[in-house]
């Protein structure tokens, strides 16, 4: 039995994957650009990997969209924390 999905307002509060979707012509940068908004959007904690197969699922977008590729892409990647960069500009505060 597959595991449960969140719910499409969780995983996709704002709607810009799903209008991401109908923009005709729109590429891989637009798509870059309206990722991090939409990650930007979720809720505080949400397991953004979980709203990323929820979206996938959800609004069954070709594989060959843009979108579905940065989506994809989101899901192999793996993050972490952030780490504090070198140089004269991480030192200042």
Do not use: N
Not at 5 to 14: G, H, I, T
Not at 36 to 49: F, I, Q, R, T
Request: glycine content about 12%; proline content about 8%.
């Amino acid at each position: 039995m597959g595991r449960k999905l969140m719910d499409m307002s969780e995983a996709d509060p704002k709607g810009l994957i799903r209008e991401s979707y109908k923009i005709d012509g729109i590429g891989e940068a637009e798509c870059r650009s309206i990722f991090m908004d939409w990650a930007l959007s979720l809720a505080p904690g949400l397991d953004a990997k979980e709203a990323i197969r929820t979206v996938l699922v959800g609004y069954q977008g070709p594989p060959e969209h843009p979108m579905s590729q940065v989506l994809s892409e989101g899901l192999t990647r793996e993050s972490g924390p952030p780490t504090r960069r070198g140089g004269a500009r991480g030192r200042r505060f």
